[in-house]
C-alpha cells in the first residue's frame, strides 16, 4: 500500500500575507494540489493568524473534495473554530508565540483533560481527530489511553538531521529513523492510525514514505518551495511519485 499524501498549503497564505492583498489565494492552491493527486489539504490555523485566515478555513471547507484537515492549538478560540467549519480532522498541535514553526510534538501527558475534553467535543460532531506527537511511546500511550485513534509522528529531528538522503548521513540520522519506524510498528499495532510530517523534503522523504505502518504524510514546506520555482502541479506529481 503506498504512502498518502497531504500538502499543506500555508506558505502560499504566507506569501499573501507578505503583501496583505488577496493573492496568491490558498484557495487556488487546493484546487490545483488536488487536481495534481493530492490526497488531502492541510492548513494551519494559527492564533496570530498569520498565514491561514478564518475565511479561507471556510471556503476550504467548502471546496475541497479530498480531505481537508486543520491544524490547531488545543484552544476553546480553536475548539469553537472547528466546531462550527468541520473539517474531515483536525490535527492538535502545540503553539509558541513568535515560533517560525511548530516546534515539538504536544505534549499529552502534561495535558491530559484539556486534550480528552477536546476531542472528545470533536468526536461528537463527528471530527476525526488527530495528535501531532513525538516518536515517544509514553506520549502515544497517554493519546490512545484519552481516546485517540489517529496520530501524526513529528520527523523533524529526522528531517533536521537528514537534510540529504538518509544512505549518506550520519548515525544519529539513522538511529532517529530507527526510533520512528519501531514507534510507528507499535502505534499501528495498538490499533493507531499513523501520520507523519515535518520537514519532509524530495531528498529524505523515502525511507519514511515505505514505512509500512505509516499510512500518510503532511508535507508544506518544501512543496511549497519547489512550486515557487517548477508550479505547484509538477512540485505535488514529483512528490507523490517519490511516495509511491
Ligand atoms: N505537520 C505539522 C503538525 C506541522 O505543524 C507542519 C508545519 O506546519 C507540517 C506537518 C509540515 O511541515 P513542513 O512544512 O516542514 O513540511
Known amino acids: 500500500m503506498s504512502c498518502k499524501l497531504g500538502v499543506n498549503i500555508d506558505h502560499i497564505a504566507t506569501i499573501r500575507e507578505a503583501r496583505k492583498i488577496d493573492e496568491p489565494d490558498p484557495i487556488h492552491a487546493a484546487v490545483i494540489a488536488e487536481l495534481a493527486g493530492a490526497h488531502g489539504i492541510t492548513v494551519h490555523l494559527r492564533g496570530d493568524r498569520r498565514h491561514i ?11 475541497v473534495k479530498t480531505r481537508l484537515n486543520i491544524e490547531m492549538a488545543a484552544t476553546e478560540e480553536m475548539k469553537n473554530i ?23 510534538g504536544l505534549d499529552v501527558v502534561g495535558n491530559e483533560e484539556k486534550i480528552r475534553n477536546f476531542i472528545t467535543a470533536l468526536a461528537d460532531e463527528g471530527i476525526k481527530a488527530s495528535i501531532f506527537i513525538d516518536p515517544v511511546m509514553e506520549q502515544i500511550e497517554k493519546s490512545f489511553e484519552i481516546g485517540c485513534r489517529t ?16 544512505e549518506n548521513c550520519g548515525r544519529e540520522s539513522k538511529e532517529e529513523y530507527e526510533i520512528i519506524k ?6 499501528y499495532k495498538m490499533g493507531i492510525e499513523v501520520l507523519a510530517g515535518h520537514g519532509l523534503n524530495y531528498r529524505n522523504v523515502t525511507p519514511i ?13 518544501s512543496i511549497i518551495a ?3 520555482l517548477v508550479g505547484l502541479e509538477r512540485a505535488v506529481r514529483e ?3 517519490l511516495l509511491n
Not at 519501531?182 to 502505534?187: G, L, M, T
Open 53 to 63: 485566515k478564518e475565511r479561507d478555513v471556510e471556503i476550504l471547507k467548502e471546496i
Open 82 to 104: 472547528a466546531l462550527r467549519v468541520k473539517p474531515h480532522m483536525v490535527t492538535l498541535v502545540p503553539e509558541n508565540p513568535g515560533e517560525v514553526t511548530t516546534t515539538g
Open 151 to 166: 496520530i501524526e509522528i513529528n520527523t523533524a529531528r529526522y528531517s533536521d538531521l537528514t537534510p540529504i538522503d538518509l
Open 182 to 187: 519501531e514507534v510507528a510498528e507499535k502505534s
Open 209 to 221: 514514505a515505505k514505512i509500512e505502518y505509516i499510512s500518510e504524510l503532511n508535507i508544506g514546506h
Open 226 to 228: 519547489r512550486a515557487s
Open 239 to 241: 512528490m507523490l511519485e
